[in-house]
T-cell receptor, first 113, second 111 residues
Framework: EPEVTQTPSHQVTQMGQEVILRCVPI?????FYWYRQILGQKVEFLVS????????KSEIFDDQFSVERPDGSNFTLKIRSTKLEDSAMYFC???????????FGPGTRLTVT | RKEVEQDPGPFNVPEGATVAFNCTYS??????FFWYRQDCRKEPKLLMS???SGNEDGRFTAQLNRASQYISLLIRDSKLSDSATYLC????????????FGKGTTLSVSS
């Protein structure tokens, strides 16, 4: 069964450093998403991406964040200057259409020290 | 963005029990409704969509009341493998739309 994959599974970085989280969505999907979940809290939407542009973003997704689809398979989330409060599990998701089920990847646990 | 509220839990039940989870959502423009399941430190996985007429999938029954902005999930004959956190999720159902998650209710089924 096709699945969303994410790398790395765990990333440790120092405050102020840039990180790039990588995702490979399901191959024929057209909609891509990033969510995050701070430990013990709810899953929160960050951004959705379609047709090579952001279609929706949340208040969390400020100028420190960016997304890119650099080639036909990868979808990345960049955090330019990490803060302690960016420590969370980051989930990538994809869907075939806007109304289809969103399939989640296993997540990248980001720890900012 | 408005909230999705769920029973705080945790629910601790014996095998074979019937357990019900409730959820309310505040944005009346919400169009799609789901229950997701999340195991500890894992990704959310879709358990079932929720339709206005109510729907059933094996031991799981979901109900939606749009007038009250209320969603429920009933699990019959609980199994040990049902132990997880159950997430109530809504969406505005627009192109590229975000899923809005509740904080979840933890279920622990014991033998």
């Amino acid at each position: 069964e096709p699945e969303v994959t994410q790398t790395p599974s765990h990333q440790v970085t120092q405050m102020g450093q840039e990180v790039i989280l990588r995702c490979v969505p399901i191959s024929n999907h057209l909609y891509f998403y990033w969510y995050r979940q701070i430990l013990g809290q709810k899953v929160e939407f960050l951004v959705s991406f379609y047709n090579n542009e952001i279609s929706e973003k949340s208040e969390i997704f400020d100028d420190q964040f960016s997304v890119e689809r650099p080639d036909g398979s990868n979808f990345t989330l960049k955090i330019r200057s990490t803060k302690l409060e960016d420590s969370a599990m980051y989930f990538c998701a994809s869907s075939g259409s806007a109304l289809d089920e969103q399939y989640f990847g296993p997540g990248t646990r980001l720890t900012v020290t | 963005r408005k909230e999705v509220e769920q029973d705080p839990g945790p629910f601790n039940v014996p095998e074979g029990a019937t357990v019900a989870f409730n959820c309310t959502y505040s944005n009346s423009a919400s169009q799609s409704f789901f229950w997701y399941r999340q195991d500890c430190r894992k990704e959310p996985k879709l358990l079932m969509s929720v339709y206005s007429s109510g729907n059933e999938d094996g031991r799981f029954t979901a109900q939606l009341n749009r007038a009250s902005q209320y969603i429920s999930l009933l699990i019959r004959d609980s199994k040990l493998s049902d132990s997880a956190t159950y997430l109530c999720v809504v969406s505005l159902n627009q192109a590229g739309t975000a899923l809005i998650f509740g904080k979840g209710t933890t279920l622990s089924v014991s033998s």
